[in-house]
């Protein structure tokens, strides 16, 4: 978890560096919002990162000395299957649809894209899978 922190930290560094320099020569607001908007996102993942490492110490994969036997066993929980993807998938593609094309477009798919995120985020609450 340490060297993602210090990924998306030089990240945040560069994208810092580049939207002052773009800043101070462009006239363009767009730029300057995307460049924005890159440095704290990349920001907020960084600092995601490093208190990730400061809560759970440090992974195998982060000391120098460590053997590849640390590193073996689970890494986490992934589901077997899940219909939620493909559902998320669908209602951003309708919503998206909908900025183009008409309004109930947007509602319709806000309305899968919110049963979907919904169904992601309980779907194993009662460790049942279902």
Same mark, same amino acid.
């Not at 908007?37 to 992974?59: D, P, T």
């Given at each position: 978890? &340490? /060297?993602?922190?210090?990924?998306?930290?030089?990240?945040?560094?560069?994208?810092?560096?580049?939207?002052?320099?773009?800043?101070?020569?462009?006239?363009?607001?767009?730029? &300057?919002?995307?460049?924005?908007? /890159?440095?704290?996102?990349?920001? $907020?993942?960084?600092?995601?990162?490093?208190? +990730?490492?400061?809560?759970?110490?440090?992974?195998? +994969?982060?000391? &120098?000395?460590?053997?590849?036997?640390?590193?073996?066993?689970?890494?986490?929980?992934?589901?077997?299957?899940?219909?939620?993807?493909?559902?998320? /998938?669908?209602?951003?593609?309708?919503?998206?649809?909908?900025?183009?094309?008409?309004?109930? $477009?947007?509602?319709?798919? /806000?309305?899968?894209?919110?049963?979907?995120?919904?169904?992601?985020?309980? +779907?194993?609450?009662?460790?049942?899978?279902?």
């Amino acid at each position: 978890m &340490k /060297a993602e922190g210090r990924l998306f930290a030089v990240m945040t560094a560069f994208f810092a560096v580049t939207g002052l320099i773009y800043g101070f020569w462009a006239e363009e607001p767009a730029g &300057k919002a995307i460049l924005t908007v /890159a440095f704290l996102m990349s920001g $907020l993942i960084a600092l995601f990162w490093f208190v +990730q490492h400061r809560r759970g110490g440090g992974r195998a +994969q982060d000391r &120098k000395d460590a053997e590849i036997a640390e590193a073996t066993g689970p890494v986490g929980f992934f589901p077997a299957r899940s219909g939620y993807p493909v559902l998320t /998938a669908v209602g951003v593609a309708v919503f998206a649809l909908g900025l183009v094309f008409a309004r109930w $477009l947007i509602v319709t798919g /806000a309305l899968v894209l919110a049963y979907a995120v919904y169904g992601f985020i309980f +779907q194993y609450r009662d460790g049942d899978g279902g």
